[in-house]
């Protein structure tokens, strides 16, 4: 078992080298679009499905309340899955719509949408296709093989693919890039609104 333990931290190490080496362009672009859509006044709405809603719930965690600094809340929604509204579009049977409703009575011109897919759920397109709709642009965090959620996103868009391939080493990936971006967007907006992008 010890040695089981340790293949799995070796796995894991292994890509987060590899995505230190491929990502951090992508982390750039979409912190860059976070704190642009956050100093205009408009919001972030966040979407994740499956085990990645949980790491949606701690980006507007982070977003709403704080990251590491006391500060003011950033503006956030969270599409939701777990509760009445999520509830009552699939007991109409409206699963594959069940954000893309959301999304669309809530997002406005000048909103950043940024989604969490582990996979190529179908859920997800949705909702990149209704912001498409609506001029809004998407943060994506995917993999490599989200070949349905990449023909989704448009030049403008931002996708952040893990090098992972193993659910459970995508969504680790996933929520290291949420902290990085996190990060990111406090240091841009608390200490250096004005610095130019390294």
């Given at each position: 078992?010890?040695?089981?333990?340790?293949?799995?931290?070796?796995?894991?190490?292994?890509?987060?080298?590899?995505?230190?080496?491929?990502?951090?362009?992508?982390?750039?672009?979409?912190?860059?679009?976070?704190?642009?859509?956050?100093?205009?006044?408009?919001?972030?709405?966040?979407?994740?499905?499956?085990?990645?809603?949980?790491?949606?719930?701690?980006?507007?965690?982070?977003?709403?309340?704080?990251?590491?600094?006391?500060?003011?809340?950033?503006?956030?929604?969270?599409?939701?899955?777990?509760?009445?509204?999520?509830?009552?579009?699939?007991?109409?049977?409206?699963?594959?719509?069940?954000?893309?409703?959301?999304?669309?009575?809530?997002?406005?011109?000048?909103?950043?949408?940024?989604?969490?897919?582990?996979?190529?759920?179908?859920?997800?397109?949705?909702?990149?296709?209704?912001?498409?709709?609506?001029?809004?642009?998407?943060?994506?965090?995917?993999?490599?093989?989200?070949?349905?959620?990449?023909?989704?996103?448009?030049?403008?868009?931002?996708?952040?693919?893990?090098?992972?391939?193993?659910?459970?080493?995508?969504?680790?990936?996933?929520?290291?890039v949420i902290n990085?971006?996190?990060?990111?967007?406090?240091?841009q907006i608390l200490?250096?609104?004005?610095?130019?992008?390294?």
């Open positions: 078992m010890r040695d089981k333990i340790k293949d799995l931290y070796t796995e894991s190490l292994q890509t987060q080298i590899s995505a230190a080496e491929l990502l951090p362009d992508a982390i750039m672009r979409a912190a860059e679009k976070m704190v642009e859509c956050l100093i205009s006044g408009h919001k972030i709405i966040v979407c994740g499905h499956g085990r990645g809603y949980a790491n949606a719930q701690i980006l507007v965690a982070n977003l709403l309340n704080r990251y590491e600094f006391e500060r003011p809340s950033f503006p956030a929604v969270l599409l939701s899955l777990d509760s009445a509204v999520g509830s009552a579009i699939i007991f109409d049977d409206n699963h594959m719509q069940l954000y893309q409703r959301q999304f669309n009575a809530v997002a406005q011109t000048g909103d950043l949408l940024i989604v969490l897919a582990s996979g190529n759920e179908e859920v997800i397109v949705n909702v990149i296709h209704a912001a498409a709709g609506k001029d809004i642009p998407v943060v994506a965090l995917t993999n490599a093989q989200n070949d349905h959620v990449h023909g989704a996103l448009s030049e403008n868009d931002v996708a952040i693919a893990s090098p992972a391939t193993k659910e459970s080493r995508i969504l680790e990936n996933h929520l290291f990085a971006l996190c990060e990111l967007v406090d240091y200490f250096a609104p004005s610095a130019p992008s390294e």
